[in-house]
């Protein structure tokens, strides 16, 4: 009896380490048949997944056009054929502003180099008939002061060769016939000094808004280009878009330039309108003194 209860620990100690031992075994054994399982429900998903990805590999991605190269040039020759039209418009018309400008800063360097020396000789006249004869010269011929000038002297002349008196109690008259021929010369310069300059305010005033036209018709051309792709990426559209601003861009190169122009010309205009008015009553003054000493 006492054997066998020295004995029962050992025997429980054997039995828990042989329990323990099993555990593992069992584990494993549970564990096997759930690796098929997860791989079964694994295998729908990646066939799920597959058909997916496949379309996805066959749509090429969007090519652009002249991709790396699009210059200015490109631009104006894929562009449509009114947005060429509005660039080629707003070119010409900025090629004849440039060109204005070059002819009318020529024009106005020698139109006043021209007046100086005129007035300087008239200053140096000892009669009417030497005003008209210094005025009437070669070397002044075309210049508007010579010819203001010339048409008061002429007109003193034309009085006394109609047998009118000049001087005296018709003193007054012959001034005033004198002058209104000088105002019909200073009307006719008046037109050509202004000539072109319509034109440059046409240009400043309406190239901005040309260019737009052209803008909006090569976006609305852009826009339906998107509708029949049934695409929305921008690298497909973006060259239209660009093309079409170009024509916004080329009318404000027209525009700016032409403003510019027009405001400093006016400016020249004005300066020698001026200049005009005081050599008209100085040469009213020198005519007077000449009819009050009877020349």
Known sequence: MLDNKRLTPFIALFGALALMTSVPAFAQEAAAPAAPAADAAAAPAADAAAPAAAPAADVAPPTIEHAGSLTVMQMFLDAQPVVKVVMIGLVLASILSWTLLVTKMIEFGSLNKASDRFVEAFRGAKSINDMGRIAMSDEFEGNPLADMAAAAAQEVEL???????????????????????????????????????????????SGPFIGLFGTVYGIMNSFI????????????????????????????FAAIPAVIFYNYFQTRISAYGARTDGFVAELMNAISRQLDKGA
């Open 159 to 205: 009085s006394r060769q109609a047998g009118l008196a000049v001087t005296g109690a018709h003193r007054e008259t012959t001034i005033h016939r004198a002058e209104a021929a000088v105002g019909a010369v200073q009307s006719n310069l008046s037109k050509r000094l202004s000539s072109g300059m319509q034109f440059l305010a046409s240009v400043g005033s």
């Open 225 to 252: 280009g998107i509708a029949n792709t049934n695409t929305t990426n921008l690298a497909v559209v973006a060259p239209g878009i660009a093309e079409a601003l170009l024509a916004t861009g080329i009318g404000l």
